[in-house]
């Protein structure tokens, strides 16, 4: 039991490290796209609501990316108390 549970814990962190590694590479994608759509709109050539749209899809990969990262962290908590956990932290992935 106290195996599977340690195993489980392992594979959920993993999964959450790949989550937070795709999510970098959309992070990025959609920064350049709305600094390209916020560009458009003060040169003049789209208007405002292009701009926002566009930072609202960014924002709303920022806001994933934190919440992948605070699962992951609660991952590794769930990782140390199953393996006994007594263990000081003194770093954070």
């Not at 920064?31 to 560009?39: I, K, M, P």
């Amino acid at each position: 039991m106290a195996f599977q549970e340690v195993e489980n814990n392992l594979f959920t962190y993993l999964q959450q490290q790949t989550k937070i590694s795709t999510l970098e590479l959309e992070y990025r994608d959609f920064e350049e796209t709305y600094l390209l759509a916020l560009g458009r709109f003060q040169s003049g050539l789209s208007p405002v609501s292009e701009a926002l749209l566009q930072e609202w899809y960014y924002l709303g990969v920022e806001y994933e990316w934190i919440e992948a990262n605070q699962v992951l962290s609660e991952g590794l908590i769930a990782i140390y108390k199953s393996l006994g956990g007594d263990w000081e932290c003194t770093s954070t992935p």
